[in-house]
């Protein structure tokens, strides 16, 4: 699956040629819920602009809810309507990536594909989690040069100096803390939580299937550790290590790992010898790494201009950010080669397209992006600790420049974290596949190997022998996608960990 310029942003065995399955375990008794007050009904209308058959509602919830008769918060929903059938399952709800990603984007993308593999069998239901798109927008006043993608990830200088995020954090924080306002305080992973389990009450459902994608592996993992009972068939696509001590400055840490797992894969498509001269690099794969390190120095020292006037000036930082983003797909390969063809062997503006966007991101992802990772978990205060931690690692990760480890305004946040992480245990129902390609930039194996031992034998893995970020419905492997497909349909899994081979 191509993945847009916006969700790009936004990061390790048995074949599977004859693998017995079986059917998923069910619930084990659980003690009903405390009394609540009813759901609020949902009322479906036809969705405002042109999203295939989906269909839109607005669902109210608590914007605290340790308040609940307090202040509201809107959320966006949308659906598509499942056959109606005798294998008809229930609700399947797509949970999106991010922090920041739409989920009403991701329907109106995946719907119909996904509504195909599964025959119908559910009611494919997503909603814009709070800030986001159609739901009651977040917002801190974060200047436009702050939310610059390269400025508001914290690449460091050219030496490593850390002297620029740390004022840029310190801004950013500032301005979170005076304009964000209570609804900056209250979004989090564990609010996203609680505005499912309200969005299940309100469909009138006793248990949700689910579909998570990158972050929202985690919000699924933690809905399965808070609401065991009320989930059917859990699939987590693209997963992080779910440690409750570090949450998202862990999964920031693990790219500078998975940019290294995938970009062999970058350097053998750009030295191949049957690659036409407009996007080949090198005449070895083992040459473009030196060559891409060599040339993003040298924009460190001399950025150049596009002729194009929208766009920001290729700087090194901004070479590495593309190629960053590049490895989540491999349908983004040759632009980026074309960029480095054009950056290395041509003088005066260039003239060819910039992998990344032109301007900022919106101010509604840069706070729901910064207010997540700030209130999931506390973050060092010492700005010693993320000095050394970015010397180390642009150390050890050259092509990521110690950006993974640098300092995030989290590091100047005055809040402590309202809930604390959810541990991912192995009690509760054995109703969960995960699937993960080996070689992801954004999301790395070994952080989905954390993930499938913090389950133990409430889950299975189906590692992919494939790059980019995404796996089912994405890049393109008939075994992972068959086996999550089948899934869905049956409830059945494989009977271990297992590996779908490279197509």
Known sequence: MPLSNRTRRKALLLTLATTAVTATLTAPVQAAPAARPAAPALTWKPCPSPAGATECATLS?????????????????????????????????????GPGGSGVARLAAKGAELRKQTAGAYDLVAFDPRGVGGSTPADCGVSEDDRELTHLR???????????????????????????????????????????ESLRRALGEEKLSAWATSYGTYVAATYAQK?????????????????????????????????????????????DPARDRAHRLAERPEDVRPMFLKLAAELDAAPR?????????????????????????????????????????????????????????????????????????????????????????RARHPLTAGMPAGVMPCAFWKTAPAD???????????????????????????????????????????TVDSGGHGAYLANGNTCGDRTVTDFLTTGRRPTGDVVCPKE
């Not at 009972?229 to 790219?255: C, F, I, K, Q, Y």
């Open 227 to 271: 609401y065991p009972h009320r989930t059917d068939r859990l699939v987590l696509d693209s997963n992080g290590d779910p440690d409750p001590e570090r949450v998202a400055r862990g999964w920031s840490a693990n790219m500078s790992v998975g940019t290294d797992d995938r970009f062999p894969d970058f350097a053998a498509w750009a030295a």
């Open 154 to 196: 914290p690449w460091p200088g050219p030496d490593g100096d850390i002297t620029a995020n740390v004022a840029r954090a310190r801004r950013v924080a500032a301005a979170c803390q005076t304009n964000g306002g209570a609804m900056l305080r209250n979004i989090s992973t564990a609010n996203e939580v609680r505005d499912i």
């Open 61 to 97: 919830v608590p914007m605290d809810y340790r308040d609940p008769g307090g202040q509201r918060v809107d959320l966006a929903v949308s659906r598509l309507r499942g056959a109606d059938s005798p294998a008809r399952r229930g609700t399947l709800l797509a949970i999106p990536g």
């Open 420 to 462: 604390k992480p959810v541990r991912i245990t192995p009690r509760g129902p054995s109703n969960i596949l995960m699937i993960q390609n080996l070689r992801d930039p954004a999301t790395p194996h070994h952080g989905a190997l954390k993930m499938r031992e913090a389950f133990g034998d409430r889950a299975r893995l189906v």
């Open 305 to 393: 201009k596009f002729s194009d006037p929208a766009h920001f000036p290729l700087t090194g930082n901004r070479l590495r950010q593309a190629l960053q983003q590049t490895l989540y797909s491999k349908n983004a390969f040759e632009p980026l080669a074309e960029l480095i063809l054009a950056a290395r062997d041509t003088a005066g503006p260039l003239t060819v397209r910039d992998v990344l966007p032109g301007g900022p991101i919106s101010g509604r992802e840069t706070a729901v992006m910064v207010g997540t990772i700030c209130n999931d978990v506390s973050w060092p205060h010492d700005l010693r600790t993320y000095a050394r931690a970015v010397t180390a690692d």
